[in-house]
């Protein structure tokens, strides 16, 4: 099944649009949020190039399933950061069955920059409950409205989305912007 969201998303990348590079203060903040994955598995929902499914396999030893709904981010994430730690899939986590991943539950499912582009973003939080391993971690890298840096931009979640998001889990937040902000979830 597809969404019409694949479209969209598959039409960017055709265009050549990118997105922020990981930063290394935020691979310091993941490090510290999830720790070590010494084989465990993990979940890239959204992975486009494949930045952070790559540092989650070469750097921090996860054993890596990543996902896309578009076919042209996906082949550039083959090509740039395919390798044997990593499974590279074509799927709409909106949309298709998540028993359709090849492991039935997750340690760490990640999730950067694009939580705010799920368009039923509570259906999108209670397919990632169904795919989080007991004790497990959710973690999301997204920008954040601050009044005090000016009008929301395009890209920011609004605070009522923030809300949905961290609604019922264990939250710790760290930021090294007023924006810009990385959340580990737990149930
Ligand atoms: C803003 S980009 C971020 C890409 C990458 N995570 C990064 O940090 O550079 C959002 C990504 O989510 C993907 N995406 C959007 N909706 C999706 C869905 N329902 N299922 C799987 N991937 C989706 C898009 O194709 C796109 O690659």
Redesign the pocket.
């Known amino acids: 099944m597809t ?1 019409t ?2 479209a969209y ?1 598959e039409q960017l ?1 055709r265009e050549g649009r990118r ?2 590079s990981l930063a290394s203060w935020e691979e310091k903040i993941l490090a510290a949020q999830v720790g070590p994955g010494r084989g465990r598995a993990a979940l890239d ?5 494949g ?2 499914a790559g540092h989650l396999s070469s750097r921090l030893s996860y054993t890596v399933t990543a ?4 076919p042209t ?1 996906l082949a550039a994430a083959e090509h740039q950061h395919g390798s044997p730690g990593i499974d590279f899939r074509l ?5 298709d069955d998540p028993a359709d991943l090849p492991q039935p539950a997750y340690a760490l499912v990640t999730c ?3 939580f705010r ?2 368009p039923d973003k509570g259906a999108f939080l209670d397919r990632v409950r169904r795919v989080l391993a007991p004790g497990g971690v959710f973690w999301v ?1 997204t920008s954040l409205h601050d009044p005090e840096e000016g009008p929301a931009q395009e890209w920011d979640l609004s605070p009522a989305d923030a809300e949905l998001l961290t609604a019922n889990w264990s939250v710790v937040r760290r930021s090294s912007s007023r924006t810009f902000h990385c959340l580990a979830l737990r149930p």
């Open positions: 969404s969201n694949t998303w990348w997105y922020r929902i959204g992975c486009g190039t930045e952070l996902i896309d709904c578009s981010a799927m709409d986590f909106a949309a950067r920059l694009v582009w799920m890298a």
